[in-house]
């Protein structure tokens, strides 16, 4: 039987018998690794010995995060990439071809939209956006070229939910892997894998590193294909994380539940907040009872999360006039930190994508993202509260 995740984020994937008996797994800072006769050098390149040859092709350090995140998120196998963009494109290239096409949830970071236009434009590989609403929507969109299915849940920034298992029954009927950005709730709250999705992929960036200071990218699926990915599209496109950062990354998610639960119980406070204030529009959070997907919401995630998104009345110049009277509340494109993040979509995160497309997927220009931290919810919701009285006059 297998250990609860709160110990499994601190110890799997490590034996500190197998290293002098240290507490936190050692830093293997080294590029490169030495062979004991030219003949180990051969038989390890050939694949006939197991062993390190190289950083880029693997590392003592990045192993045992690469071990544990598989763990944490249901998987057989975990690899580790220098950005959350670094595991989209190796990913998203090792399930394509030219002549391919992608089927996406409504909407998706942009960078990610970035580089789905990337790949049509130089690769020919085609892209359509679903809402994903309901099984006859999902068919109709399939096509017979459709060789993956791309989604985020909760969508950045809509926070719109799709249904995994569902889309999971139906990708597998075809024979189509579908692949989860499950950077929003981490494997804390959310596990695609168990729900029938074949590859997670998450910005570490975000709450698994949990304090703003390093920038990497995990992938999670079935051994046979992430081996692949890490011979093929890893290696030779060489999107790989440093040691150091691998280190970091363990230390981090060792406060991960705990982190995760502080996040979650913050943003239900400042959404109450939020939600009865006069100057807010509309909220887009999960924990919001009169959520349409609430079914699907209590099926496939833990908790709510500890990100939502509202429109404020007013213009552009409304929203942007708000987040420039906050005081504690920082405003930054990250989120997942200590600290409290805000951020305008429109022209930040999502600013590459057509203002038409955006407004298909639900942003607009009155559109905040907030990244609630670790900070009291009393003090959060203070200079929410003091940013709303200054706009007012």
């Not at 990708?171 to 981490?186: H, L, M, Q």
């Not at 992929?201 to 975000?206: C, D, L, R």
């Not at 109450?272 to 609430?294: A, R, S």
Request: with cysteine; proline share 4%; net charge negative.
């Amino acid at each position: 039987m297998g250990k609860k995740f709160e110990t499994e984020v601190i110890h799997n994937g490590y034996e500190s018998s197998q290293f002098e008996g240290s507490l936190v797994p050692p830093l293997f800072q080294t590029s490169t690794f030495t062979f004991a006769t030219a003949e180990q050098g051969e038989k390890r390149f050939a694949g006939e010995e197991n062993g390190y040859i190289y950083s880029r092709l693997g590392n003592p350090t990045v192993k045992v995060l690469e071990e544990r995140i598989a763990v944490l998120e249901k998987g057989e196998a975990g690899l580790a990439f220098g950005s959350g963009m670094a595991a989209v494109s190796a990913i998203l290239l090792a399930l394509t071809k030219t002549g391919d096409h992608v089927l996406c949830s409504q909407g998706v970071y942009g960078c990610t939209f970035g580089l789905l236009q990337l790949m049509k434009e130089k690769y020919h590989i085609d892209h359509d956006f679903s809402t994903m609403e309901n099984k006859e929507i999902i068919e109709n969109a399939i096509r017979t070229n459709t060789s993956v299915i791309y989604i985020e849940t909760p969508i950045n920034p809509t926070m719109q939910i799709v249904d995994l298992q569902l889309i999971a029954e139906i990708a597998k009927e075809r024979g189509i892997p579908v692949v989860v950005d499950n950077t929003f709730c981490s494997p804390y709250l959310q596990n695609p894998l168990e729900l029938g999705c074949d590859v997670v992929i998450h910005s570490a960036t975000k709450y698994i590193c949990g304090h703003g200071d390093v920038i990497a990218g995990l992938a999670v699926g079935k051994s046979e294909f992430i081996n692949t990915v890490s011979k093929t599209t890893l290696k030779d496109i060489g999107g790989i994380i440093s040691p150091f950062d691998a280190w970091l990354l363990l230390r981090g998610i060792k406060t991960l539940p705990v982190r995760m639960d502080r996040h979650c119980d913050n943003a239900e406070k400042v959404y109450q907040f939020l939600n009865e204030h006069e100057m807010v529009d509309t909220i887009y959070y999960p924990g919001d009872e009169t959520h349409p997907q609430k079914d699907i919401i209590q099926k496939q995630m833990k908790k709510p999360g500890g990100i939502f998104s509202f429109t404020i009345k007013g213009s552009k110049e409304t929203a942007q006039h708000f987040m420039n009277q906050l005081k504690l509340i920082k405003i930054a494109v990250s989120l997942g930190d200590a600290e409290t993040l805000i951020q305008h979509p429109a022209t930040m995160t999502h600013a590459v994508i057509p203002r038409d497309i955006r407004l298909q997927m639900g942003i607009d220009d009155t559109l905040l993202r907030l990244s609630v931290g670790l900070e009291s919810w009393e003090d959060i919701v203070e200079d929410l509260k003091q940013a709303f009285v200054a706009i007012s006059y």
